[in-house]
């Protein structure tokens, strides 16, 4: 080997290495290497890497906190499913069942409604199972259907009319004449067979006129104080798609929240449900809170009669009182806070008779169905039929 080379090795020098070829070399310094079959350091890379997963993860679990104890806080799950419900414009489709029983009757009622920009159309087949008296046992079914338009024109139609009033007329002549021969009164079914035709034929033009014939009602048709009114009143209603009016009566329900989750039932199909109660003391208090909001004093503004406001006061109160148990559950979609579906079984009792009324109610939302709302063609005015039935029963006069 020569002199002037130098051995070869992976191992770097550790002493200063001199360079150029003057009399005063010039002496620079060289790092130590790394150790055989590491190669070059590593990059910081990962590590940065590592601080912002870590980052991330903090986020996100911030993000989720604020997620369950704020935006899915049970409560105001429940508060906003009642205010999207009540100021939504897209399609809301609603299908359910409902039924009311009482000492007196059972009615049950299966219900689909349509609503779109504050407008609505709905059907209802209701049937009525009779459970004392003359007509205990029996059981009548109506149908009906109904298109409301912004304007405040309602149109309405019943069907099934004649075959009910014709059932009702059969059991009661048969029941009148049962009641005669008690009594001792010789009765022949040709006089039961007169009684009810008089029967049919004294309803029988009203029935033709309604039954299955969609009517309108226009604010027109009421007299002018009570047209004033309504129109006012819808007007009003309009004000609840008002951002600033719902703002105040939200703010006013967030300090009285009567609406009180009771306990969660978990999540199903995309939803979240809920066991609500109703504080009795915080109804009161919202119901006198809100008279000074924009939207009560708008309604209030609509009533002529001075002293009906205080006629009605703690009115939302007293229907609470009145009932002795209740079951309130609703699912709410866990993103939108859309109330999908909601199920009501309560007993009220008579403050008077002390009797007691069940009520059940479950319904289901959907707010993805298209909607369109149309008025009926072929409706007849209700000044028109009104007229035409007052027509037929007017007294003749004159001589033949």
Known sequence: M??????????????????GNSADPVIMPVAN???????RPKSKKPIKAIIIALGLVLLIGGAAAAYKFWYQDPNKVVSDSFVNLFTENGPITAMGIASIESKEAAVSLDLSVASLNKQAQGKVAAKVEIQEGTFKGESFSLTGEGVYKQDGTVHVKASN??????????????DLANQYKSMGYAITEEEI???????????????ATFDGQWIKFSPSDLGNDANQEYKCLTEVAKRFSNETDMKELGATYQTNQFLVVKKELGSKDGSLGYEVEIDKTKVRDFEKQAKSTAIVKAFNACDKDADAAKKNDDTATKQVNNYESRTFQIWVNRWTHKMTSVNVVGISVDPTSKEKTTTKIDVKFDYTT??????????KSFKEVLEGIQSLTAPVTGTV
């Open 2 to 19: 020569d002199k002037d080379q130098q051995p070869h090795s992976d191992m770097a020098p550790e002493e200063p290495v001199a360079v």
């Open 33 to 39: 290497a790394p150790a055989p079959g590491l190669g």
């Open 161 to 174: 009319l004649k075959e009910v009033y014709t059932k009702f007329v059969d059991i009661y002549v048969e």
């Open 193 to 207: 067979a007169e009684a009810r035709e008089a029967m049919l034929q004294t309803a029988a033009t009203a029935i």
């Open 370 to 379: 298209p909607v369109t709302i149309e008025a009926p063609q072929n409706a």
